[in-house]
């Protein structure tokens, strides 16, 4: 017999970090899934992504069992990585707070690939070029 699925979570913890304080804690209680045990077994499968941003997609069924998919770091945080800046800028048209290469928008548009919907490598660096440009981060 199928298992039947009772609630989708969508959440972002730190790889090799999550614990069971706000805001995954509450979130994976409220469907009644094992917290201490999601967090060993999300930590386990992202400790070579450590302090990355994770987002990741948590089927809780009605046994109250799980299965998670993890996802690709959100552009916003690779380009800010690669930039090596803390946040985007406030006014992205005025102030321009990082730069990143053409290389480097070609990796992340690499890493992003599954997650965008994009038909080719050419319109995924578009994508990536949009976000860079939203957060104040010049291309070259």
């Known amino acids: ?9 969508k959440v972002q913890a730190r790889g090799g970090q999550a614990n069971p304080a706000p805001p995954l804690g509450p979130a994976l209680g409220q469907a009644g899934v094992d917290i201490g ?34 996802k690709q770091p959100p552009a916003t945080a690779l380009i800010m990585e690669r930039a090596k800046i803390q946040k985007g800028s406030g006014e992205p048209n005025k102030n321009k707070v990082g730069k990143i290469s053409k290389k480097d928008l070609e990796e992340i548009a690499k890493i992003k690939m599954p997650d965008l919907n994009a038909a080719d490598l050419e319109a995924a660096m578009k994508i990536i070029a949009g976000s ?8 070259e």
């Open 37 to 70: 045990g999601f967090c060993a077994k999300f930590n386990e499968q992202t400790k070579n992504r450590m302090g990355q941003l994770v987002p990741v997609e948590i089927t809780v069924y009605e046994d109250r069992t799980f299965s998670f998919v993890l």
């Open 132 to 139: 860079a440009r939203s957060m104040g981060v010049t291309v």
């Open 1 to 9: 017999m199928a298992k039947v699925v009772k609630k989708v979570i």
